[in-house]
């Protein structure tokens, strides 16, 4: 088993690679832009990025923004490109980018995840909801899963009747009384 912290804080990678507990980091677009925009502009994203794959004991999971399985293509070899020089990139796709159902992008991510995979390009394939998903995104080559469990746990419990903030929060999935 391998262990990413999902993460773009360098403070918060430092200590993790200090601790010697993770084999990698998964981040997103949002995460890394909160953490430059948090330094005042003292940081160019592109220098950030290279510092998160600099100090990082393997793979760093850079994810693509677009839809559509031509421009994650596009996207997936130009992050691969621009860090891989620095250390260890996985493109991270989303198995199904589809935002409503009948838009026709169900299965891009499973197009770009194959043709990245046939150019050498290792991909963590995200927004993993299902078992039969994760079997997709290993059929189609993608060297990492990052299912979103807490999404799941979260559906299920709105779907059972309760109100995220009053019946649960974040912090209920530890059980702190052990």
Do not use: C
């Not at 993790?16 to 005042?40: E, F, H, M, Q, Y």
């Not at 950030?48 to 850079?62: F, Q």
């Not at 992008?105 to 770009?112: H, I, M, N, Q, S």
């Amino acid at each position: 088993m391998k262990i990413f912290l999902d993460t773009a804080e360098l403070d918060e990678i430092k200590k993790a690679v200090s601790w010697r507990i993770i084999d990698g980091v998964t981040t997103n677009p949002s995460l890394i832009k909160k953490a430059v925009d948090r330094r005042n502009g003292k940081i160019s994203m592109e220098d950030y990025i290279k510092e998160i794959v600099k100090i990082t004991p393997g793979p760093v999971s850079l994810e693509v923004i677009s839809q559509i399985a031509e421009d994650m293509i596009k996207q997936g070899r130009l992050l691969h490109e621009n860090f891989s020089p620095f250390g260890e990139v996985a493109i991270k796709i989303p198995i199904n980018p589809s935002l409503k159902d009948g838009d026709g992008l169900d299965f891009e991510g499973l197009k770009a995840i194959r043709q990245l995979i046939k150019e050498g390009i290792a991909v963590n394939t995200t927004l993993i909801m299902t078992p039969e998903q994760a079997l997709l995104a290993a059929k189609a080559g993608a060297a990492y899963a990052s299912p979103f469990a807490g999404r799941i746990d979260d559906y299920i419990r709105t779907n059972l009747g309760m109100k995220r903030g009053k019946d649960f929060q974040k912090g209920d999935y530890f059980d702190y009384d052990l």
